[in-house]
């Protein structure tokens, strides 16, 4: 998704890819094969870059101490990037620094489970500090006995998992901002993001009916967030809001964001060029929606291998809807999509992004 702004940048990208046939290899010319934990492979494509940024959290601990010592720059650095690798880590750094958290403790043991639960409530949610994601890693027990398994093996491996009260939040938001080395910030509406059993299936911009307060201190809270961290590149702050007007943080994505799809063709720079941006240090570009509304739709593997045929029917059913086809093979409940739709009337652009994804997924035939 670089891969054009890039170009209009006049930026030449490389990815280090996991096959040749990998999405990003199709579409960005230099791409070389190699695992992002092979520290070898990693070393020897960073040797010819100038600076190293990341598509997703898991590069491991010694790869990225490895190019620290081999002078790579490296946007967000690894100092920052471990706040979004370890939920438990972020969690400290968070309270420290007192943003809005949910109550929050580690546990080895069941009856440390026990106790957590018995002090917030049950039932509580119990996350792997590493490697979750899209509702992996993540479980909500009645008991600690329910967490038998997962204690075992946190207990071999001496690393507690993040035990957080279940919040009872009205909706869920998120605010997305980019960062650049030299310190500018700047911030997209706050979205509000709707999950199907743990996977984003829907983001409207801006948030409907948020209240300006809210929507001011979420933002500032992220700002705050970058800062203190020392982010650099686009960072997604996940959020809970509240009965009240108020929110707590869930979660933090240091790189371009599901929930910022929808600034491709939503805002005046989109979160992939305002990326590339800020990790070259380049000045950052207007977050400002183009349009009162915009609708992304997340597109799941789903009844159709070839998509060719669905995808061209949905861009001649509805020529202002935007389809984004990522070249993934198909396999259920995969993100392989996403189509954004921008207007003046919101329910008629949800019911568009919907459909439009339920016709590339194969769930509507009509």
Known sequence: MCAAPAAELG??????????????????????????????????????????????????????????????????????????????????????????????????????????????????????????????????????????????????????????????FTREIAVLLARSPSGQAAAWPVVETVQTDGICTEVIAPAPDLDPDLAARATEAGLRIAGELGVTGVLAVEMFELPGGEFVVNELAMRPHNSGHWSMDGAVTGQFEQHLRAVLDLPLGSPRPRHPWTVMGNVLGGHHTELYPAYRHVMARDPEIKAHLYGKGVRPGRKIGHVNVSGDSLTDLRARARHAADYIEGAVTE
Request: with cysteine; proline share 8%.
């Open 11 to 168: 930026i030449t990208l490389s990815v280090l890819a996991e096959a040749p046939d990998a999405s990003a290899a199709l579409v960005i010319p230099s791409a070389p094969v190699g695992a992002h934990g092979d520290v070898d492979a990693v070393l020897a494509f960073a040797a010819e870059c100038d600076v190293v940024t990341f598509d997703h959290e898991h590069v491991p601990a010694d790869v990225l101490a490895a190019l620290a010592e081999a002078g790579a720059v490296m946007h967000p650095t690894p100092q920052a990037l471990v706040f979004a690798q370890d939920k438990l880590e972020m969690r400290e750094r968070l309270t420290a620094l007192g943003v809005p958290c949910p109550r929050w403790a580690r546990a080895l043991t069941v009856d440390e489970v026990t106790a957590f639960g018995d002090e917030v409530g049950w039932p509580v949610v119990a996350k792997t500090p590493r490697g979750g994601y899209d509702g992996k890693g993540v479980r909500v027990v009645a008991s600690g006995e329910e967490l038998h398994d997962w204690l075992d093996r946190a207990s071999a491996e001496d690393s507690p998992l993040l035990l957080e009260e279940k919040v009872p």
